[in-house]
């Protein structure tokens, strides 16, 4: 199955082809462990997972890498504003590092809710400050750095390339200097490797390092982490469209520098989630979490599904309302697979021509630059088809499921109380098996209408037809 996603580096959906053959390398930004995640940041998780799960569907290899910062950094990525875990630590009285524990918890106890598939390495920025100190020396030796006010800068004027993903004009920048912001920066846009005590007194992460006690930048922790699992060159580098114009701009400049190689060859990148103010945020200071939703009657996968709706590179638009739809939506899916579990009772082993065109399809809409809102309409589409055999139906399902991530195959048929059935409405029942009998189907309409709006439910199986009370 071939895969096409669309690259920030180009503007354009490109074909994918792995360095390595059948072997997806892939890094993800993480979590920065200072707070709950909002839905905001989870649906771009969905949408990695979505990316993941496509590629296993189709027979690669993954090689998932995701880093939790839970040093914190400055709540603008320019390197100004206050550290995000002294801030919480100062708002909560908890220690650092309690606060990174908790809410690095917090963060997997959410998406293993909503069925995300935990990266193959979780790397805790904490654990690698050596790795980010050797590539600061490297950068160093290269030309690439200078020190000033204490601090170890990034020069970007050593780096030709400086801002091609965001599609930066240097010019431009230059002459907009704002010198007020950091007068240690020769340019307006070089940004900080290495801080010392020097920014922060009160920091309380510290570490020893050739320039002074201090602590690294937010930028340099990915590209030391990404290299040291999977290597200098990678295939895939995922995160928000946020990140395009600072963090992932300036991970490319440092990490290009040090290695003299094209880092990462594919940039994909996932749109906001909005409200009637616009994006969501923490800064704001109010959010909503996972437990929010729970809180207001929603699974989990009520809101997988709701992410499903929509393309991860277009702005989806959060409202009740569309939750309460998303809802409604999983729930009628879960009753057709009760439906068809009663009529087939197992998946089938194989599928007819008929059935794996569906597969087919779905496949080619998500390989198609991840289109799950076209691959939903599918699955639909093949629950509406009469002539696919409901045990083909569940195997196709399930296949599908692969990639959607809806937890399909563990829906079950409830078990159903036994009920007394009054004899004047199994006289109906007995009538209706025996106008099915004879071909009669517009009678055994008719008598299943009588029965249902009498209050009663009938499920035809394999081994007949089963009468329940509806609740």
């Known amino acids: 199955m071939r895969i096409s996603l669309h690259n920030t580096l180009s503007r354009t959906v490109e074909t994918f082809e792995p360095l390595e053959r059948n072997l997806v390398r892939m890094y993800c930004c993480g979590p920065t462990v200072y707070n709950y995640a909002h839905i905001g940041n989870l649906r771009t998780y969905v949408f990695e997972d979505l990316l993941r799960r496509t590629f296993e569907f189709s027979g690669f290899d993954v090689?998932?890498?995701?880093?939790?910062?839970?040093?914190?950094?400055?709540?603008?990525?320019g390197d100004d504003g206050e550290d995000k875990m002294v801030k919480s630590s100062k708002e909560s009285g908890r220690d650092v590092y309690e606060i990174a524990r908790l809410y690095t918890d917090a963060f997997f106890a959410d998406t293993d809710e909503l069925n995300i598939l935990r990266p193959h390495i979780a790397c805790r920025a904490t654990e690698h400050i050596g790795d980010m100190i050797a590539l600061i020396k490297r950068l160093e030796?290269?030309?690439?750095?200078?020190?000033?006010?204490?601090?170890?800068?990034?020069?970007?004027?050593?780096?030709?390339?400086?801002?091609?993903l965001a599609r930066l004009n240097l010019d431009e920048l230059q002459s907009g200097a704002r010198i007020d912001v950091d007068r240690n920066k020769r340019n307006p846009k070089d940004f900080v490797l290495w801080f010392t005590k020097s920014k922060f007194e009160n920091q309380v992460m510290l570490w020893d390092s050739p320039w002074g006690k201090g602590y690294p930048g937010w930028h340099i922790e990915c590209s030391a982490m990404s290299m040291k699992y999977l290597g200098e060159s990678f295939d895939i580098h995922c995160g928000g469209i946020d990140h395009i114009p600072v963090h992932h701009t300036n991970e490319?400049?440092?990490?290009?520098?040090?290695?003299?190689?094209?880092?990462?060859?594919?940039?994909?990148?996932?749109?906001?989630?909005?409200?009637?103010?616009?994006?969501m945020s923490k800064s704001k200071g109010e959010f909503l979490t996972l437990s929010v939703l729970k809180s207001e009657g929603f699974d989990a996968l009520d809101y997988r599904y709701f992410c499903l709706g929509g393309h991860y590179r277009s702005q989806l638009v959060f409202s009740w309302k569309s939750m309460e739809s998303a809802k409604s939506a999983r729930r009628n899916l879960i009753r057709q697979i009760q439906r068809l579990l009663g009529e087939a009772q197992h998946p089938a082993e194989t599928l007819s021509e008929a059935a794996q065109s569906y597969l087919t399809m779905f496949a080619e809409h998500l390989g198609n630059d991840l289109n799950?809102?076209?691959?939903?309409?599918?699955l639909w589409d093949l629950l509406k088809d009469s002539a696919i055999p409901a045990d083909e139906k569940l195997l196709c399902l399930y296949r599908m499921d692969e990639i959607l991530g809806l937890s399909l195959a563990s829906v079950e048929v409830p078990k159903e109380e036994p009920v007394s059935i009054p004899a004047e409405i199994q006289q109906l029942v007995d009538e209706r098996i025996e106008a099915?009998?004879?071909?009669?189907?517009?009678?055994?309409?008719?008598?299943?209408?009588?029965?249902?709006?009498?209050?009663?439910?009938?499920?035809?199986?394999?081994?007949g037809t089963v009468v329940s009370k509806n609740v």
């Open 63 to 77: 090689k998932h890498v995701m880093n939790v910062t839970d040093v914190g950094h400055l709540t603008d990525d």
């Open 141 to 164: 030796e290269k030309g690439h750095t200078y020190v000033a006010g204490g601090n170890v800068y990034f020069s970007i004027d050593t780096f030709s390339r400086y801002g091609e």
């Open 252 to 279: 490319i400049a440092q990490s290009e520098a040090a290695t003299g190689k094209q880092w990462v060859r594919y940039w994909i990148h996932g749109e906001f989630l909005i409200n009637e103010t616009g994006k």
């Open 372 to 378: 799950a809102p076209r691959g939903l309409a599918t």
């Open 436 to 463: 099915k009998r004879e071909k009669n189907y517009h009678r055994a309409d008719e008598l299943r209408a009588i029965v249902e709006q009498a209050g009663y439910r009938l499920t035809d199986t394999s081994n």
